[in-house]
């Protein structure tokens, strides 16, 4: 289980090492977020000392994005978007309704007191798409050498997906809003790693073999769709021109 820590927003990886004697950070190329300490380290320390150094990462994020990030945090506001599967849903705020969420197949119709209501959408996205998740799931292992024993959607923090050696993949909620077909690279590579557990040429080629065109999705997966693994929950941000922005901008 990979460890995290949450600070303002933002969510740090952290790696521990008999070897490491300082606490360092790193932000890759996709922005993600990487703690390294020495393995005694407390949560407190490693919070207070990420804590001071955060002037540095929000520096560091902000000359990765050299355009304006295309998705924002929900408000929760009639008019805001929500992608599902790279589709995007509108949101109504209502006073009186039956059930906190609501989604009619157009729209998510949200009663004005579900609060939190970050809570009510994740919710429903769990349930709607775990579903879904399975079913995907299962036309892709068509094409792959072992079937996953167990499917499982949960939040995994900065993880899209992991699979364990008896065979339980895990995905994380948030790939739900992305494009098919990123969630389809996510589910591949997953599946891949059934038999390939690692990340050596063996592994990659297998994929080629199951998904020609891997690396395109993966690229698109690293640099355009890191906010919604950093943030959760997103909504398209609206442009400036007027027209409706779209999830399936993430290509
Ligand atoms: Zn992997």
Redesign the pocket.
């Known amino acids: 289980m990979t460890e995290t820590i949450h600070i303002s927003g933002l969510v740090f990886e952290v790696r521990r090492s008999d070897l490491r004697k300082t606490l360092g950070l790193t932000v890759d190329r996709a922005g993600e977020l990487v703690a390294h300490a020495p393995s005694e380290t407390s949560v407190e320390e490693l919070n207070r000392w990420i804590t001071k150094k955060l002037l540095w990462v929000h520096r560091k994020l902000s000359l990765k994005d050299e355009v304006a990030p295309k998705v924002q945090a929900p408000e929760y506001v009639s008019g805001e978007a929500f992608c599902y599967l790279g589709r995007r849903f509108g949101l109504k705020v209502v006073a009186k309704q039956e059930h906190p969420l609501q989604f009619d197949g157009t729209r998510f119709i949200l009663r004005r007191d579900a609060r939190p209501a970050e809570e009510h959408f994740r919710r429903w996205y769990l349930l709607t798409g775990t579903d879904w998740l399975r079913r995907r799931v299962e036309q892709l292992s068509l094409h792959t050498a072992r079937k996953p024993e167990r499917i499982k959607v949960r939040d995994l923090g900065f993880r899209w997906g992991s699979c364990s050696q008896s065979g339980v993949v895990l995905f994380n909620w948030k790939v739900l809003q992305l494009p098919v077909r990123l969630v389809d690279y996510i589910i591949m590579?997953?599946l891949i790693?059934l038999v390939e557990g690692h990340?050596g040429p063996a592994f990659w080629n297998t994929l080629g073999r199951a998904m020609p065109d891997w690396q395109k999705r993966k690229d698109a997966l690293v640099v355009q769709a890191k906010d919604y693994l950093v943030f959760g929950l997103v909504c398209p941000r609206a442009p400036s021109s007027g027209s409706a922005p779209d999830c399936q901008a993430l290509k």
């Open positions: 590579h997953e790693h990340h």
